[in-house]
């Protein structure tokens, strides 16, 4: 038995590392399925070399029977990813605007109506996707504690900071999060000494920004990757990160300068509740 035990476990710890490979090349496979996809628009499809989101995902831990809630969704272009590869056996979750709640500006109330219908239209895409309320600081409710396993967030960061409500939102992700859930940030990023006026709403953050404010929170910041890093971004534009596309804010003005830019430099990170 002495003799025996050791190679046991070496071909246990072998048969566990070889399991994991392929748990790993499953779900790059049905990322790189979702990504690609012809449900996805060509435009939306043309995004991936900015966002890769296979790379993006992975690096969060992204498994297929996870509840993963995805705040603010937008126009859907991560859902369109995140929904084929757990609607089978996890559970997605958008956190969308509050269309109860008076007093929002006029876009959210449109944005929120036209996610609604598309989910509810496109269930064979996206699963029963299942829609929760973010409106800030008024209307906050996530879900019950410690029920979702992992919270991501796009390029959002910078309006909560701006409206003074990153606090209160970051709190509640960690209150939904279960003990060592994850909490996957992508946000524009910029260098402290880019910021020359506080004040100035260009859309960009330093990364100790989102340390210092997720670690208040609780958190704990596990991993940070360069996967959506854009060295071609100077961060100083005139309509600050809407001036690179997809936005494009100046329309014609430099045009081809901005395309030739691309999308901006973003810090991705990757944060844990403890357990």
């Known amino acids: 038995m002495s003799c025996t035990a050791p190679l046991l ?6 048969a566990l590392l070889a399991l994991s490979t392929v748990a790993l090349s499953d779900i790059t496979t049905a990322l790189e399925d979702a990504a690609t996809s012809t449900q996805r628009s060509e435009a939306n499809r043309a995004r991936n070399v900015y966002r890769h989101p296979v790379e993006t995902l992975t690096f969060f831990g992204l ?7 995805e705040i603010h969704p937008g126009n859907l272009w991560y859902t369109e990813v995140l929904g084929p590869v757990l609607k089978a056996d996890g559970q997605l979750i958008v956190a969308g605007y509050d269309s109860a709640l008076p007093g929002q500006p006029a876009y959210t109330y449109k944005l929120q109506e036209a996610m609604e219908q598309r989910l509810a239209d496109d269930t064979a895409l996206f699963g029963d996707v299942s829609v929760v309320k973010l409106s800030p600081p008024d209307s906050i409710a996530l879900g019950e504690p410690g029920s979702v396993d992992m919270v991501l967030t796009f390029r959002s960061l910078h309006g909560w900071t701006q409206a003074g409500v ?14 060592g859930g994850t909490l996957g940030v992508v946000q524009h ?8 006026d506080p004040a100035a709403f260009t859309g960009y953050l330093t990364e100790q920004q989102v340390v210092d404010a997720a670690t208040a929170a609780g958190f704990v910041l596990e991993a940070k990757s360069e996967i959506n890093a854009n060295p071609r971004d100077i961060r100083q534009h005139p309509a600050g990160v809407w001036t690179l596309p997809p936005t494009l804010r100046l329309g014609e003005v430099d045009r081809d300068k901005y395309l030739a830019i691309g999308e901006s430099d973003r810090m991705t990170l990757r944060f844990r509740k403890p357990e």
């Open 63 to 69: 498994k297929p029977d996870m509840t993963v809630l």
């Open 189 to 196: 990023r910029t260098v402290p000494e880019a910021i020359a």
């Open 9 to 14: 476990r070496g071909l246990t710890a072998l």
């Open 166 to 179: 990153t606090d209160q939102i970051l709190r509640a992700f960690f209150t939904v999060l279960k003990p």
